[in-house]
DNA sequence: TTACTTTGGTTGCAACATGCTACCAGAACG
DNA sequence: CGTTCTGGTAGCATGTTGCAACCAAAGTAA
């Protein structure tokens, strides 16, 4: 099971985030919720995870409110695992982590998926962080404030 | 020890950042490190994580090219952690994770750390996922190619 | 309606990772 | 110099993961 979070850490939305999403498979389940998969089988396939693994997992991931159960949607009496819309919040990680991947772990010619826009089919425009003004920042233009307690 | 890439996800960018930093302790290492801490003892004391666990962390995160050791800054003979390039950009997964966080984790008035603009001292502006030619997207508005093999 | 397959699990066990505590060497400090 | 601070190791108990075997309910084809 996922660790809890540390005292010393609790104020921290970070902390909070990775308390929740912090491990090998629960970030991967998102990321094929994103694309498409429902089933429990769907999940297993894709990922190669063990089933008992896979069990506890989407259960964490409900009990935080990240997927919820549907009835499936062919009509049959099995279910669904579908994000939540604090789930699907979720989507601007995902697409960091992928632009992060993508520019850091393939040679330029290597084969990879990718994630497009289903309009026009390009990849996306990378990330930006701007200040609340509209300017491009990067770490240094950042700062944290420190809870004191 | 972090595991293996499993073979069956070894295309997906995702994944192989989650195998480089999918843990506990590796995003909280990166996100103090972003906040300024250099030194073990002040990762450890920040972190409050045992210092075997720490060793190997940074250890793992340093072998993978996202933490360098360099000569501590205050010339004493001692090293210090700083980021390489590579975990300079995982700036965006952060703040994604900070924001997410923020949105889902904490009642409006409860205290917590957060990122500000150093010029203004402003929050940080909600990151945005866009198409290449600058349209605002959703989920539902991305597709994700598989690699096939 | 009966036999077979698919789906979505559970259980038991072995291996591995984690965390705690104690210890320790070299550097800094007075 | 003697003490403290820093950055670790070592050993051991416990928790988590992963594999394989098993299983029941639902679906499917005859």
Redesign the pocket.
Known sequence: ???RTRFNDSDCPVARSVDAIG???SLLIVRDAFDGSR????F?RSL????????????VLVAGGILD?VP?SD???????VLTPKGKDLFPVIVALRQWGEGHFFEPDEPHSEMIDRRRGQPLRMLEIRSADGRLLDPDDTAVNKVTR
């Open positions: 099971m996922v660790r491990d090998w498979w089933r429990f089988g769907e297993q190669g995870v063990a089933k008992n693994i896979l069990t506890t997992r989407l259960r159960v499936a009509g049959s009496s099995y279910h669904e695992y």
